[in-house]
């Protein structure tokens, strides 16, 4: 039994060493991230089709949104993007602690972010049922914020995962991974902020 | 120099762990070894192909007679939706899965596949679909009853007030089929792109290969409509939101768009890597090189292309404006070209060879014929006259059942019966492939065809009665199903027979070319010893050209 499990693991190990093992995970990454892009422009295709199609597009009371406050968390959103390419820069540099420090910068960014979302949605006239604008309001930037909070927390485990010895002796290509996400989750909202605030 | 070996050279004949005896527990393990994932897919889908039979049986046992006699009409419901779901999500897609994941690593001489973990959850995700599926049937109101589309308003519909109703479920496990597809469509072009041997370009893959990728790619592109339709269903029917529901200001059309973004390029999914086994089988039965290798292989990227935008030919009866209406007209039958291309070059691979009729190529033979037949009426269905004649008629049944019974199923029998002692280093019994093939073949005629005329003569779909006057064609329909049916005991025999006490395979009983023709049977875990060095087209037959740089050697060496 031993004798058979040590030669299978002898040969996964094999296996693994035969094939570049960390340029197939990015490469496999971007493919879920072209994938995944395409749930967001079905939801963005179909606000665009309700916006212009629907004859009582805001529900009665509802005059439009406010647009100051989202446009400050927009730019602490699209300025974390650079916040953690100066983390990913320290850490090709091999200097730990200032990725460390970086990579918290963005991670309270991003949390502010979803502190200012959450303050805006409690002070709403309207909720998820009122009506499409209601339903896609909420759709989209709920789901939009679902991907902001998995962003933080795939940093916060790159950040404990830091404090492993020897964690980058196999390359940095989670750490990559999470910024392409983190960038990916910023253009989202770029163009829904387009949508959503910027034409209304 | 006169004959190239086409037998496996210098591979130690081994069980999958060396030295131990072939372990039957590992197919009920979170096994990572692709071959291991591809037979539990194929074995799972193939049990739930029966589940959806024996609704299939249901459904042509009340069809028999004009009267709903059988079955109750809500029952009759619950019986065509969960047939067209069970047969869709848990045997079309999980077997094309699992041969694509058996076939793919040894195809492009690849030791695995690139996440083999995230291979095991996507597997082991359908038995979850399968669960919540079948036990739709013990939740209060029963399972859905708004057939495989789940259209609103339909769909939303919930008389028992449950918050977890058959639809409910039903959406969860559409959802969780599509995050396994997701993970196996990341996984196999990750594969493809990232994983061939030395020497195997884009243009040395094979053809299933290229279909293969193919498909997966449109699976990226397409899944995610579906989910982001179903997820917004979901809120309508929990939540009470009012994305497709009219009194709300929804758009139930909308959710239709949705629908077939995905599902009619799925068909695509479907098909493809069957014109990819197609395109595997006729050159090894008939001896030749596969005719115009290249325009094949980049015409299943074609299809990809085109597949996206021909959705709307599913909507021409709901309001669509008449530019749409021509517009998909024209993409419809665009993807007439490269699937035209492709019967044309297995024609002429066929044509003046040396045929072997054994039980692959008869199913080969017979899933072209039978993908002819569905194409044609399927340019019928696209020309917008005809399909607003023909709109959810008997006419409709009869193609796709064309399609996914005459073309699919038989592509997927051809290819187990082929790669069937590759996978268990036995043989099957080649009377028994014969006998399954001429049941399946008249079946599918007899059950299938029948549906052409009642559908012309306008008899609707999903109606559990029906006028007297199409009784004729009903019967004869009815009588091939339970054929079919029947089809599938000397198919069930043949397998599990040959595979505990079927004669020895040999590494490569069909003299083909290929990669996986050079390893034993099974192969072993690790599929190759040594890479192998790709150094020609794939269908070399009749050329006398090595295919690796080890079989080169070993000829001059000769």
Same mark, same amino acid.
């Given at each position: ?8 693991? /002898? ?34 295709? !179909? ?75 409690? /002070? *709403? &006239? ?7 604008? =209601? ?19 795939? $940093? ?9 010895? !020897? ?10 991974? +999470? ?22 | ?8 050279? =210098? ?51 009340? *069809?028999? +007679?004009?009267?709903?006699? %059988? ?63 079948? /036990? ?5 109101? =029963? ?19 449950? %918050?977890?109703?058959? $639809? ?29 041997? @030395? ?6 893959? @094979? ?14 592109? !397409? ?66 090189? *596969? ?67 054994? +039980? ?71 009377? %028994? ?19 052409? &005329? ?35 005991? &000397? ?40 890479? &192998? ?13 090595? %295919? ?11």
């Amino acid at each position: 039994m031993t004798t058979e499990s040590s030669i299978a693991r /002898g040969i996964q190990a094999e296996i693994v060493e035969a094939h570049d093992d960390a340029g197939n995970r990015m490469f496999g990454f971007i493919v879920f991230l072209l994938s995944e892009s395409v749930i967001f422009l079905s939801f963005f295709a !179909g606000y665009i089709i309700y916006k212009t199609t629907t004859p009582d597009w805001l529900p009665p009371g509802v005059t439009g949104l406010e647009t100051h406050d989202p446009a400050i968390n927009t730019v602490v959103l699209v300025s974390s993007s650079f916040v953690i390419y100066v983390a990913e820069r320290y850490l090709h540099d091999r200097k730990l602690w200032g990725f460390r420090l970086f990579l918290l910068a963005t991670m309270a960014m991003g949390s502010y972010f979803l502190y200012g979302q959450a303050i805006e949605w409690l /002070g *709403l &006239p309207f909720g998820f049922t009122s009506g499409v604008f =209601g339903g896609t309001f909420y759709l989209l930037t709920g789901f939009h914020g679902l991907h902001v909070l998995s962003g933080i927390v795939l $940093q916060l485990i790159m950040l404990l995962r830091s404090f492993l010895p !020897g964690n980058y002796d196999k390359g940095t290509v989670g750490v990559e991974a +999470t910024s392409l996400f983190w960038h990916f989750v910023d253009v989202i909202w770029i163009v829904l902020y387009i949508l959503i605030y910027v034409w209304q | 120099m006169t004959n190239i070996p086409v037998e496996a050279i =210098g591979v130690a004949r081994e069980q999958p762990y060396p030295g131990a005896p072939d372990n039957w527990k590992r197919f009920f393990s979170f096994s990572t070894d692709h071959k291991v994932i591809g037979i539990q897919y194929l074995v799972t889908s193939f049990f739930f192909f029966l589940v959806g039979g024996i609704f299939a049986m249901i459904l042509r046992g009340e *069809l028999i +007679t004009p009267e709903a006699d %059988l079955v109750d009409r809500t029952v009759y419901n619950v019986m065509f939706t969960m047939h067209g779901s069970v047969m869709l999500f848990l045997w079309t897609f999980p077997s094309l899965l699992g041969l694509a994941n058996y076939l793919v690593p040894l195809m492009i001489g690849a030791r695995d596949m690139a996440f083999p973990r995230l291979n095991a959850v996507a597997f082991w995700m359908v038995p979850v679909v399968g669960i919540l599926m079948i /036990g739709s049937f013990l939740v209060p109101g =029963g399972p859905s009853q708004s057939g495989w589309w789940a259209y609103p308003p339909m769909s939303m519909q919930n008389p028992t007030g449950n %918050l977890i109703t058959g $639809q409910v479920l039903w959406i969860l496990a559409v959802a969780i089929s599509g995050v396994s597809s997701i993970m196996g469509g990341v996984n196999f072009v990750t594969t493809i792109v990232k994983m061939r041997a @030395p020497g195997m370009t884009f243009f040395k893959m @094979p053809v299933f290969v290229w279909t293969v990728l193919a498909a997966q790619l449109i699976q990226l592109y !397409g899944l995610p409509a579906l989910t982001a339709g179903a997820v917004m269903l979901l809120f309508d029917i929990v939540f009470g939101t009012g994305f497709f529901d009219p009194t709300k200001g929804g758009n139930p059309v909308l959710f239709q768009h949705f629908f077939w973004f995905y599902s009619h390029p799925a068909v695509y999914v479907i098909i493809l890597p069957i014109f990819g086994v197609f395109s595997e089988i006729f050159p090894v039965y008939a001896r030749k090189p *596969l005719f115009g290798y290249k325009i094949v292989a980049v015409s299943a990227l074609i299809i990809t292309v085109v597949s996206g935008i021909v959705w709307v030919h599913h909507l021409y009866v709901s309001g669509t404006p008449g530019w749409m209406r021509m517009f998909f007209m024209v993409t419809t039958m665009c993807v007439a070209v490269p699937t035209g291309i492709k019967v044309f070059a297995w024609t002429a691979t066929i044509w003046g060879g040396k045929l072997r009729l054994d +039980t692959p190529m008869l199913f080969a033979l017979g899933g072209l014929i039978n993908f002819v037949f569905a194409g044609i009426t399927g340019i019928m269905l696209a020309s917008t006259p005809i399909d607003l004649h023909v709109n959810n008629t008997y006419f409709v049944v009869g193609h796709f059942h064309y399609v996914l019974y005459g073309a699919m199923v038989f592509g997927l029998f051809a290819a187990i019966y082929h790669w069937f002692p590759k996978m268990t280093g036995r043989m099957y019994y080649e009377g %028994l492939g014969k006998l399954h093939f001429w049941l399946a073949f008249i079946g599918n005629a007899l059950n299938f065809i029948p549906m052409h &005329p009642a559908g012309l003569m306008g008899m609707p779909r999903r109606v559990a009665s029906y006028d007297p006057e199409f009784a004729f064609w009903n019967v004869l329909a009815s009588l091939g199903a339970f054929l079919l049916g029947m089809s599938t005991l &000397p198919f069930i025999l043949n397998m599990v027979s040959s595979w505990v006490q079927g004669k020895k395979a040999p590494d490569n009983p069909w003299r083909a070319i290929g990669l996986e023709w050079l390893v034993s049977s099974p192969p072993p875990v690790e599929n190759f010893e040594e890479l &192998p060095v790709v150094i020609a087209e794939p269908y070399g037959y009749g050329k006398n050209e090595p %295919l690796t740089e080890a079989q080169r050697k070993e000829l001059a060496e000769a």
